[in-house]
């Protein structure tokens, strides 16, 4: 059964850093595109990292560049998310995302929360 399983949120104050993960199961990260998506409240979801398959391409969104970076183990099958320097505006809930052809499979997110 396929399944993506979100991990590491929680509250921190601006600056600080988390780390979320994304454990992945009936298939392998490797073979998929793996993304990270957020989304804030009342705001539609939005891409925030991506990962490729073949080669390990990573791709960000323009407000997370140079303070997130995405990663894969795939002897884990897990994908990571380092968030750094965060900021109020990084609030959301975080959404792992998988896709090849045809399939994408999403988890149920974990909530991020910056705060003051």
């Known amino acids: 059964q396929v399944q993506l399983v979100e991990s590491g949120g929680g509250l921190v104050q601006p600056g600080g850093s988390l780390r979320l993960s994304c454990s992945a199961s009936g298939f392998s990260v490797s073979s998929y595109e793996m993304n990270w998506y957020r989304q804030a409240p009342g705001k539609e979801r939005e891409l925030v990292a991506g990962i490729t398959s073949a080669g390990g391409s990573t791709n960000y969104a323009d407000s997370v560049k140079g303070r997130f970076t995405i990663s894969r183990d795939n002897a884990k099958n897990t994908v990571y998310l380092q968030m750094n320097s965060l900021k109020p505006e990084d609030t959301a809930v975080y959404y792992c995302?998988?896709?090849?052809?045809?399939?994408?499979?999403w988890g149920r997110g974990t909530r991020v929360t910056v705060f003051s």
């Open positions: 995302n998988a896709v090849r052809w045809r399939s994408e499979y």
